[in-house]
């Protein structure tokens, strides 16, 4: 699978865990798909990592991006978890405040991958002389 396509389908992903954390907050659903669906969104970051890291050129901005998405997880995933334990609001509201930035964080990978592919698509021109 492809950096891009693994962006895609994270940011797709961190859209519905912010739809559930609203249904969460509103005692609609219990914690349990949001954690559930967090620690699924940890792990496709994880790939996502992986593969950043790996690809071939490596491009800087998607490998620093991946490396900072996967810690941004990993500390929302704590403050989850503080904020079941503690119930203190403050802490939820750095929770949703991660979970805004992670999302534009995955936003942002998405097009750089999306940038990165096109131009990885571009001939270089070849032979002597002006090009027209």
Sequence with gaps: ??????????MILVFIQIALGGLLTFDYISWIPHAITGFIVL????????????????????????IGLVLAIVVQIILGFLTLN?????????????????????????FMSMRLNYHSREQPATGTGPQV
């Excluded at 939820?92 to 964080?105: E, K, P, S, T």
């Design 43 to 66: 792990a496709l970051a994880l790939v996502t990592l992986i593969v950043a890291q790996t690809s071939k050129p490596p491009f800087r901005p998607l490998q620093g991006l991946s």
């Design 1 to 10: 699978m492809k950096v891009r396509d693994l962006f895609r389908v994270t």
């Design 86 to 110: 503690t119930g203190n609001l403050a802490v939820a509201w750095v929770h949703l405040l991660v979970a805004v930035g992670i999302y534009g964080m995955v936003v942002s990978g998405t």
